[in-house]
């Protein structure tokens, strides 16, 4: 059973940083790779990043200079490390591990960027 636990979500100013964290069960992400989305009120769910098991990366075209996606293993965690942030990127942030046949997904963080 994969289990993945997003925090560091909050208010912030706009230009401000936060770092998302995602918490996960086992060696998870050095297997499968993951992906943080996030989704805005009336919008629907968005790619902003992702990770392979070999660590490559890929960025939606909103976020690429900005944000930084990466994990650790030893602590089995994968970050979203934002910043110049902007009204826009207001949203719920989730991270996602896919194994064949199945999508897991953490219960999101909310992330707010004031104007």
């Known amino acids: 059973q994969v289990q993945l636990v997003e925090s560091g979500g909050g208010l912030v100013q706009a230009g401000g940083s936060l770092r998302l964290s995602c918490a996960g069960s086992?060696?998870?992400?050095?297997?499968?790779?993951m992906g943080w989305y996030r989704q805005a009120p009336g919008q629907q769910r968005e790619l902003v990043a992702v990770i392979t098991k070999g660590g490559m990366t890929n960025y939606a075209d909103a976020v690429k200079g900005r944000f930084t996606i990466s994990w650790d293993n030893a602590r089995n965690t994968a970050y979203l490390q934002m910043n110049s942030l902007k009204p826009e990127d207001t949203a719920v942030y989730y991270c996602k591990v896919s194994r064949p046949g199945r999508d897991y997904w953490g219960q999101g963080t909310q992330v707010t960027v004031s104007s």
């Open positions: 086992g060696s998870i992400f050095s297997i499968y790779g």
